[in-house]
């Protein structure tokens, strides 16, 4: 019996968290847009701005929903190699393209 | 024959085949799109000096996309609960509700796919460039029927935020065509890679709508013999869809915001 | 590390369900599920595919000797086959261009990577760790169908006009998009089939791995093998997407038209080409190699493991330094990642990012060589048995050792200036994966035959197979480092007959008459090298029921778990799940009754 009101505790707790989850995603994301059109003096800070927002509803997504945050050691250590190589691809290449000497 | 630990967790490691296998499948799936994100990157900073475009997607649509896609994502994680919490019918209302904002998705880009395909820039054999999109009923052999605007610069092209509004009917006789080239692929660097991350990522909403499909119909038959093994599927499923939520996050600023 | 204790764990009960026959034909043999018979089709496709990569090569090296004359034999049926690029049995430069294209793709990518990682990783790994399947049998098997297929679509772009990719196994862009034939096409969507194919297959490797070990397993007593197929199998996991993507684009830009990799104002035929442009050659080539760098070790790491079993296997005495070497397959194995630009030196690249570059790939040599004095370590001192896999196995140190050590000058800026895209490199990657990974896999085919049949393959055959191969390897590929530092390019038709002496006498620096006398030489080795094969050929066929039946389940006295079940093993593997209790290489044990302790056998107390 324990087990069942436990249960139905947890999904209604689910429900919450899923319903917060979303707010927060849907103000992030206006935010994101508002900051995308704002007359801000710099592009470069802009999409900045954009990028740090696109990051906390990533971040919501992953650590909340796909619940990485109570994840295994196992799935850490390989999400950690995955960034780790995808940062060294993006990174290396364009740090070559950087320093190409142009004609 | 049973293989272990397809159900139930292995206990030194904490996780049962099927999670480990996806997030394994998730990881080459970031290397993926990490080599696509990657290619625009390196394209849109090497593109040559007014080249790239600016504003030329729809923000209010991918706004409502991203929203969709986000509202979906709780859906499934809800389902996910549901089959926990061994609720069946919660679980058909969610992975329902997750369906039809997949589809709504999927019909939204189909839609700005097609006000892209019918986009046109015209140029002309005196120099003069127009762009807007056809019309197609009114275009004849003779001439061509644009709703849209001159331009002098096919500079001015490159930012599509100011040119909404000034749109008017334009009627051009074929014989005075050079080029005429619709807004596809291979129109510019930044559509060709607008359409190929964008159709990566629809090809992969369209492979989670169609697992979700498969659960929530036949595959649901499982629920009735192991539930514990439906609610794994459906946690793996979730996993999935997430990821092409997660990529979409991304998709959507460096896209249409920048 | 996950720390696995053998108290914790509890098995679910698995009975042996008897033997297969209770299914078809059509599931047993080719829809099977089991991971053992996915593992001999992915062995026997593969070797076809080796012999096939082989031929084309043949064919190219006569042209090389023999520029513009027709090819023995064969001649009359590549035109019957290919028609006009096969004219009169000439192999003109276009078909030189698609063979050689072909050789590479089909020998990297259909042959060695299937046989290494797709037929020795899904036979043995389950065995290795105790465990009845893989861990997805139905995705195994789509793997192995996806392979096929790839293999198909590649094959497939031969009978079409215009024919098969002409632009290398690397396809570089622009030249790669703009040869005007569907070629190409066909080489990008077998590419995708094939990636798939190896993503599902790394999956699967590595989730069995980590989940369905022993009881009493632990990471630490993994054979060596095991953790070479990990290691492989990350890499092909995380690298391959990356050139997925690659190759999505270079379809886009062959297909829809658009300008990825094709820059602006890329004239093509003297005119300008009708494109966008805006798009980075150089794009493609940082893409391709960050797959086809983690390739290379896809290619040694499992060849490796191979070798260290047979090694310890014949050594009678444990390996030397096993913790070094798995540490130094995980560090080789992340550092190849970020490797990857020491093949493009010449494009242009600046000397910082270069430098870079230099440093990581000067650092990654030291966990190959930390791997490669493990294995010569172990030698000291052993009771060495000398038979067929023994051979392969020994003959792999020092070949091993010439493909390492000739990578040195290539890993350098400023030496790679005089070598890159000379018969240096040709010579040097060879020696990495003719004698090097094939010899492994010849030594692995031989080792662990009495396991898959019952029988043994013949041992006069095997010597002689392995020493007419170990001679002509060597024949073949010992004079191309001279041709290379003579200055001679690969990938030239007429086997750099433009520019030697013999066409312009006099101007310093083409290539001498001993140089292009080699071409001939080598064509000579190669045709020695395949009649080398057929020992090996007819052997394995006629073993398979005529060889001498080995006595018990266990002929070599082998410690690992593949050793402890029944010969062949059954559907299911095991009779009764295994407890591991020690290591995997327990020999030279002198308080036992043998020499050996299996894996899986009680520690018995002692009464002495």
Redesign the interface.
Known sequence: MNDTSS??N??RA??CQ??S??LI??AV??C??GV??APLPDAGL??AL??V??GV??IL??G???HVLQE????FV??A???L??V???G??????????KP | MEIAYTVHARPDTGVYNAKLGMWLFLASEVMLFGGLFSAYVFLRVGAPPDTWPQGWLNVPLGTLNTLLLAASAVTTFLAWAACKARRLDQFKLHTGLTLLLGCIFLGIKGYEYHDKWTHYELRLKDGRIAEGHLVGPKSTAEAVVLKGRWVEDRRQLLDGRRSRGTWQELTIPRADIDRMQNYAPRHNTFLAIYYTMTGLHGLHVLGGVVVFAYLWGPGSRLWHVDPEHFTNRVEVAGLFWHFVDLVWIFLFPVLYLS | MVQATTRSIEFPAREFHGPAHATGFWRTYVFSTDHKVIGIQYGLTALCFLLLGFFLILAMRWQIAHPGEPIPLVGWFLEKVLGSPASRGIMSPDLYNMFGAMHGTIMVFLAIVPLAVGAFGNYLVPLMIGANDMAFPRLNMISYQLYFLGGVVMLASFLIPGGAAQAGWTSYSPLATVIPTDGQTFWLIGMVLLITSSLLGSINIITTIVQLRAPGLTWMRLPFFVWAQLAASFLLLLAFPPLEAAGIMQLMDKVAGTSFFLPTGLAVGGATAQISGGGSPLLWQHLFWFLAHPEVYVLILPAMGIVAEVLANNIRKPLWGYRTMVYAVLTLSFLSFIVWAHHMYLTGMGTRISTFFQTTTIIISIPSVILLTCLLMSLWGGSIRIHTPMLFALAFLPMFGIGGLTGLPLGFAASDIQLHDTYYVIGHFHYVVAPGTIFALFAGIYHWFPKLTGRRMNEFWGRVHFWCSFLFMNAVFLPMFAQGFAGMLRRMADGGLSYSARISPGVEGTLSDFILGLNNYILWAAVGLGLAQLPFIINLFWSIWRGERVQGDNPWQATTLEWQTPTPPPHGNFLRLPQVYRGPYEYGRLDEDGDYLPQDRPPVAHTR
Do not use: K, Q
Not at chain 1, 72 to 75: D, P
């Open positions: 249960s139905v947890s999904y689910a429900v899923g319903r989850v979303l995603i849907a994301t206006l994101m847009v995308a059109h802009r999409t954009v990028l927002a696109a509803n990533a997504v992953a909340r929903l796909m295994r050691h196992v799935i390989l999400l190699f995955t960034v190589f995808f060294a691809l993006m290396l290449c364009l740090w070559a393209h950087g320093d190409t000497p």
